[in-house]
């Protein structure tokens, strides 16, 4: 499998401090691979620099095999490498239904301009329907987002995102704030809208990551300590001793 997504002596200071050291990473294209670790281990550092959120101090990250360093955000998701709950279009005044048309508008090039170009594309309004359904949010297409619940808002955001049909879909947390109810819900639509493309996740929960993950890297303080299944990390002595004491999340 082609690497889609590679860091290469990835590192990122904060005044003085080394928050990622001389990280080699490397995201497989068809894989949903999560990032782990304890609390500081620097995890969602590296998140933020292979997603433009940030500028690494040192190393280069590349796309496909080319150097995306010096790209934005804004580059990269025309590339096909969307941030899921960060750039996703989601507004609390409008329903559901008109946050996924706005979405799909901007995936067709399409000026939004008060729905009036709606009513002339079928093509959207059916492909709107297929989502409204897809995400179960067929009760609350008329509600407005910010009525909605926290669980029932984070599936807007994912589809919402999906919308944008990126080929690299990357979510930080999904699972943070959800009920068990909704876990199981985002696990399955993650499982579900990892199907034909490649997803990088940064997550807490640990039956999540034992649930889809193909791979997981390890990071604790700044460096990656291991790589693998999940059976494979999660059995090795060094992974335990990194959670014997931090935040552990079974």
């Known amino acids: 499998m082609a690497n889609v997504l590679e860091a290469r002596g990835l590192s990122r200071e904060f005044g003085g401090f080394r928050a990622v050291s001389n990280v080699d990473f490397a995201l497989k294209e068809g894989t949903i691979h999560a990032v782990i670790g304890p609390n500081g281990a620097g995890k969602s550092t590296l998140f933020n ?75 959207i309004r059916r492909r709107v329907d297929e989502m409204i359904s897809r995400f179960s949010l067929d009760e609350h297409a008329d509600t407005q987002a910010g009525n909605l619940s926290y669980g029932r808002k984070r599936v807007l955001e994912l589809a919402t995102t999906l919308a944008l049909d990126p080929d690299v879909l990357l979510l930080d947390e999904p699972m943070a704030g959800l009920g068990h109810e909704d876990i199981g819900r985002i696990t399955d639509l993650v499982r579900e809208s990892g199907k034909g493309r490649t997803i990088l996740l940064v997550e807490h929960n640990m039956r999540v990551v034992s649930d889809l993950a193909d791979q997981i890297t390890v990071m604790v303080r700044g460096e990656v300590l291991a790589e693998g299944s999940y059976a494979e990390v999660s059995s090795r002595p060094d992974v335990i001793a990194a959670y014997t004491g931090g935040q552990h999340h079974g």
Do not use: Y
């Open 49 to 123: 620099l292979l997603t433009k959120f940030l500028s690494p101090s040192e190393g280069r990250i590349l796309h496909k095999g080319e150097d995306v360093t010096a790209l934005r955000p804004p580059a990269m998701a025309r590339r096909g490498v969307v941030r899921s709950f960060q750039i996703s279009a989601v507004f609390a005044g409008l329903t559901v239904r008109e946050n996924i048309e706005m979405a799909l508008l901007r995936t067709n090039g399409i000026g939004w301009s008060f729905f009036s170009s709606i009513a002339r594309r079928p093509a």
